[in-house]
């Protein structure tokens, strides 16, 4: 595990939208933890989870010319990610996000920022059944001079969908794109391994894991 994703899993705990415990997922799959991306609402904590991501697109070498911030949780991601690039690393990089319905005055449309066009990485906070991502998808697809390149999310769950994949795995194969993520379940597992805070947790994780799991 790298520094910054272990710097990732504190920052997380610290404000709530990472926890440990019992949580019923939409699924009815009892989770051991859970993460709410809603939870980050402050500037220093928009700031913070910029450099995540920004960090996680440098350290996979993730090559884009648009952030595309799904409506609603993906527009501070993909802005405050964008800034981080630019602050951080010195790239600059295009930022588009779509409304939930199309405007018909002013400007019009449903997408707002840059140009959908060139190379799309989409950007947000998790990936569950993949249902909301795959109609992002479409509308790249639609994007005359749009190629989709990438998905990028905060905790890549590495759990079991309805068949033997994950919802992640699947959009892999099923589009042929990279789907990165700041961590993985697996770095989660380590991290509790050695906190002695939260290490009551490691035997329910490892049981889900074990139950739910990907390989």
């Known amino acids: 595990m790298q520094d910054f994703q272990k710097d990732f899993i504190e920052f997380a705990l610290s404000v709530g939208a990472l926890k440990f415990g019992e949580f019923t ?3 009815g799959r ?3 933890y859970f ?20 960090q996680a697109i440098i350290d996979h070498g993730l090559e884009f010319d648009v952030l595309f911030g ?11 990610t964008s800034v981080a690039l630019f602050e951080q690393h010195q790239r600059e990089s295009n930022v588009v996000f779509n409304r939930k319905e199309a405007k018909t005055h002013g400007e019009g449309g449903s997408l707002i920022g840059a140009e959908l066009k060139g190379k799309v990485a989409i950007i947000d906070d998790v990936i569950t059944a993949g249902t909301a991502i795959r109609e992002v998808i479409a509308m790249v697809e639609a994007a005359e001079g749009a190629v989709l390149s990438a998905a990028l999310v905060a905790i890549d769950r590495q759990e079991r969908g ?9 959009l892999e194969q099923q589009y042929g794109i990279p789907v990165i993520s700041i961590i993985k379940l697996e770095q989660l597992i380590d991290f509790v391994k050695n906190s002695a805070e939260f290490a009551d947790y490691l035997p329910n994780i490892e049981a889900y894991r074990k139950a739910y799991g990907t390989q």
Do not use: D, M, R, W
């Not at 799904?70 to 405050?80: F, L, M, Q, R, V």
């Open 25 to 27: 997922l939409k699924s």
């Open 30 to 32: 009892v989770s051991p």
């Open 35 to 54: 993460y709410n991306g809603g939870s980050f609402n402050k500037g220093s904590h928009f700031s913070k989870l910029g450099q995540f991501y920004a």
């Open 70 to 80: 799904p409506a609603y949780k993906g527009i501070p991601i993909a802005t405050s």
């Open 162 to 170: 309805q068949g033997e994949l994950s919802a992640i795995q699947e």
